[in-house]
T-cell receptor, first 116, second 112 residues
Framework: DTAVSQTPKYLVTQMGNDKSIKCEQN?????MYWYKQDSKKFLKIMFS???????INETVPNRFSPKSPDKAHLNLHINSLELGDSAVYFC???????????????FGEGSRLTVL | DAKTTQPNSMESNEEEPVHLPCNHS???????IHWYRQLPSQGPEYVIH???SNVNNRMASLAIAEDRKSSTLILHRATLRDAAVYYC?????????????FGTGTSLTVIP
């Protein structure tokens, strides 16, 4: 069973369109995340979502909106796509506890978004 | 904004030890140091983590400086399967939860 799964794996779309990427985790974790990886392989946190508390990276444009129907799902919706949104988007989850034996992040395989 | 700095790339010969350095001079007292690696076309995977003391597991060892401003990931015998991008990360306590801050990563090439 895949622990963190994302769909679609590849997404090619035109500028100005609206698209969504779905993420599901079957690990029973409390917290889910979205990361953006640019062409230089830099991974940047976009959002984390825990028990209906959303922590937003303030540099993320408001065209990006996370939606969490339940604890196991965190979807990413993007409005009015721009060329600069082309990247690989990774979903991740972790158990939301603080301590020495917690905090491992589990990542999905990524969704490569190409905006033309 | 990355809170850790790493060399962009390193090379190692197969079956030799590899020492991957990381600087995190702004680390706070409660931040954990994590290492992840990313194989081609995959998501990052956990390698090891620690707070103050050195740590060992089946994959690697983590050596943490006494002032915690730097750390080193040690792969004892590099194999071709260890070729990946290695990320040094700080796990911070934000509110009651975790926040992970990735660096730019070191691309490790293993030479047969």
């Amino acid at each position: 069973d895949t622990a963190v799964s994302q769909t679609p794996k590849y997404l090619v779309t035109q500028m100005g369109n609206d698209k969504s990427i779905k993420c599901e985790q079957n690990l029973g974790h409390d917290t889910m995340y979205w990361y953006k990886q640019d062409s230089k392989k830099f991974l940047k946190i976009m959002f984390s979502y825990n028990n209906k508390e959303l922590i937003i990276n303030e540099t993320v444009p408001n065209r990006f909106s996370p939606k969490s129907p339940d604890k196991a799902h965190l979807n990413l919706h993007i409005n009015s796509l721009e060329l600069g949104d082309s990247a690989v988007y990774f979903c991740a989850s972790s158990q939301d506890r603080w301590g020495p034996n917690t905090g491992e992040l589990f990542f999905g395989e990524g969704s490569r978004l190409t905006v033309l | 904004d990355a809170k850790t700095t790493q060399p962009n790339s390193m090379e190692s010969n197969e079956e030799e030890p590899v020492h991957l350095p990381c600087n995190h001079s702004t680390i706070s007292g409660t931040d954990y140091i994590h290492w992840y690696r990313q194989l081609p076309s995959q998501g990052p995977e956990y390698v090891i983590h620690g707070l103050t003391s050195n740590v060992n597991n089946r994959m690697a060892s983590l050596a943490i400086a006494e002032d915690r401003k730097s750390s080193t990931l040690i792969l004892h015998r590099a194999t071709l399967r260890d070729a990946a991008v290695y990320y040094c990360i700080l796990r911070a306590l934000i509110g009651t939860g975790n926040q992970f801050y990735f660096g730019t990563g070191t691309s490790l090439t293993v030479i047969p």
